[in-house]
């Protein structure tokens, strides 16, 4: 059997999921009728102490629905130059809006306020005014990396300062918040709107919100209707999300003490290089120098185990609730093999 560690998105419904999914009370959400998805939404929205909440299909369409409706065309959104809006949403902010973006170098992930302040535009006809900026916590691409809660709130205060809305791109805000110690909406404060997975972490098989003020989110609904996202009776989506948030956030937990140990492990192996340190939730990116990573991550999929090559020299495993420390123990020990082959 293999142990999958590309990403927490594999994560299957819990047998609680599949049976709240089967009872679901449904209506048609375009109509506002859905009482699973109202009642989700408002689950979502208290938890993160915002106004108001809107289901969509996915984190990308969450955060596109959260630009469009933040920005108009030929403006600018400041971001992270390795966040998702940026690598993974495959030019959605351009092609769709007509945003251009202005990505910053950050450290594990993270922007100053300073740097952003420099990066907001000056009243100049020749370039696109900012609309917007947006953080993204946990931060994938930087190994699962936190962004401090000081750190968010220089950015917002700086983006309140100069009349700006803040996006966060929160797709796993309870990671955060789990390994701070703190309440999601404590991270959520730090931003005007916030996105967050349900299929991740969570373990719910669809879904993502998106929350903020109420009247926001009406205008949020009119781009999720333009971009073909009504649907009908979600509330069979809902009703798992519903127990994703009451049931599975504490558990998230387990995930980081895996990664860590997972981490610990293979930083004592020659031919990779990490800081075991650095793992702060369910990500471990680390560098390898015996192999290139589509290399070792071949090697390791011939041996039954499963990750991801971020570029030509880093891996990434993923932790979720779906593997266990004896998977962790077997996932080093072919680690250990493929090098040892190599």
Same mark, same amino acid.
Request: aromatic share 4%; glycine share 8%; net charge negative.
């Given at each position: 059997?293999?142990?999958?560690?590309? =990403?927490?998105?594999?994560?299957?419904? &819990?047998?609680?999921?599949?049976?709240?999914?089967?009872?679901?009370?449904?209506?048609?959400?375009?109509?506002?009728?859905?009482?699973?998805?109202?009642?989700?939404?408002?689950?979502?929205?208290?938890?993160?102490?915002?106004?108001?909440?809107?289901?969509?299909? =996915?984190?990308?369409?969450?955060?596109?629905?959260?630009?469009?409706?933040?920005?108009?065309?030929?403006?600018?959104?400041?971001?992270?130059?390795?966040?998702? +809006?940026?690598?993974?949403?495959?030019?959605?902010?351009?092609?769709?809006?007509?945003?251009?973006?202005?990505?910053?170098?950050?450290?594990?992930?993270?922007?100053?306020?300073?740097?952003?302040?420099?990066?907001?535009?000056?009243?100049?006809?020749?370039?696109?005014?900012?609309?917007?900026?947006?953080?993204?916590?946990?931060?994938?691409?930087?190994?699962?990396?936190?962004?401090?809660?000081?750190?968010?709130?220089?950015?917002?205060?700086?983006?309140?300062?100069? $009349?700006?809305?803040?996006?966060?791109?929160?797709?796993?805000?309870?990671?955060?918040?789990? %390994?701070?110690?703190?309440?999601?909406?404590?991270?959520?404060?730090?931003?005007?709107?916030?996105?967050?997975?349900?299929?991740?972490?969570?373990?719910?098989? +669809?879904?993502?919100? +998106?929350?903020?003020?109420?009247?926001?989110?009406?205008?949020?609904?009119?781009?999720?209707?333009?971009?073909? $996202?009504?649907?009908?009776?979600?509330?069979?989506?809902? %009703?798992?999300? +519903?127990?994703?948030?009451?049931?599975?956030?504490?558990?998230?937990?387990?995930?980081?003490?895996?990664?860590?140990? /997972?981490?610990?492990?293979?930083?004592?192996?020659?031919?990779?290089? /990490?800081?075991?340190?650095?793992?702060?939730?369910?990500?471990?990116?680390?560098?390898?120098?015996?192999? =290139?990573?589509?290399?070792?991550?071949?090697? /390791?999929?011939?041996? $039954?185990?499963?990750?991801?090559?971020?570029?030509?020299?880093?891996?990434?495993? &993923?932790?979720?609730?779906?593997?266990?420390? %004896?998977?962790?123990?077997?996932?080093?020990?072919?680690?250990?093999?493929? /090098?040892?082959?190599?």
């Amino acid at each position: 059997m293999m142990i999958d560690l590309r =990403s927490d998105t594999i994560t299957v419904p &819990t047998p609680e999921m599949r049976r709240a999914m089967s009872a679901a009370e449904v209506g048609d959400d375009v109509y506002g009728e859905d009482p699973t998805v109202n009642r989700l939404q408002e689950l979502a929205a208290e938890m993160l102490g915002k106004e108001d909440a809107l289901l969509v299909v =996915s984190g990308t369409m969450g955060n596109q629905v959260s630009l469009l409706t933040h920005c108009r065309p030929g403006t600018e959104v400041i971001v992270e130059q390795d966040c998702h +809006i940026f690598y993974y949403e495959a030019g959605a902010a351009s092609a769709l809006g007509g945003v251009q973006l202005r990505a910053l170098p950050g450290r594990r992930g993270a922007l100053t306020a300073e740097q952003v302040e420099a990066a907001i535009r000056a009243d100049d006809i020749h370039q696109p005014p900012t609309a917007l900026i947006c953080l993204e916590n946990t931060h994938n691409r930087a190994g699962g990396a936190v962004i401090p809660l000081a750190a968010m709130q220089s950015v917002y205060a700086l983006a309140v300062r100069h $009349g700006l809305p803040l996006h966060l791109d929160g797709a796993r805000i309870f990671n955060a918040a789990i %390994a701070l110690g703190v309440a999601a909406k404590e991270i959520a404060a730090c931003a005007t709107t916030v996105q967050f997975c349900l299929s991740k972490g969570l373990g719910a098989p +669809i879904g993502s919100l +998106i929350a903020g003020p109420r009247d926001w989110i009406a205008a949020a609904r009119r781009w999720r209707k333009r971009l073909g $996202g009504g649907m009908r009776q979600a509330g069979v989506i809902a %009703a798992a999300g +519903i127990v994703a948030l009451e049931t599975m956030v504490d558990r998230l937990a387990e995930d980081h003490a895996n990664a860590r140990f /997972l981490a610990e492990g293979l930083a004592a192996l020659p031919g990779l290089e /990490l800081d075991p340190a650095a793992v702060e939730t369910n990500i471990v990116i680390f560098k390898t120098t015996a192999l =290139s990573a589509p290399a070792l991550v071949e090697a /390791l999929r011939r041996r $039954g185990l499963l990750c991801v090559a971020m570029d030509a020299d880093r891996v990434r495993f &993923t932790t979720h609730k779906d593997v266990s420390r %004896a998977d962790m123990e077997k996932a080093l020990a072919i680690v250990k093999d493929a /090098l040892r082959q190599a």
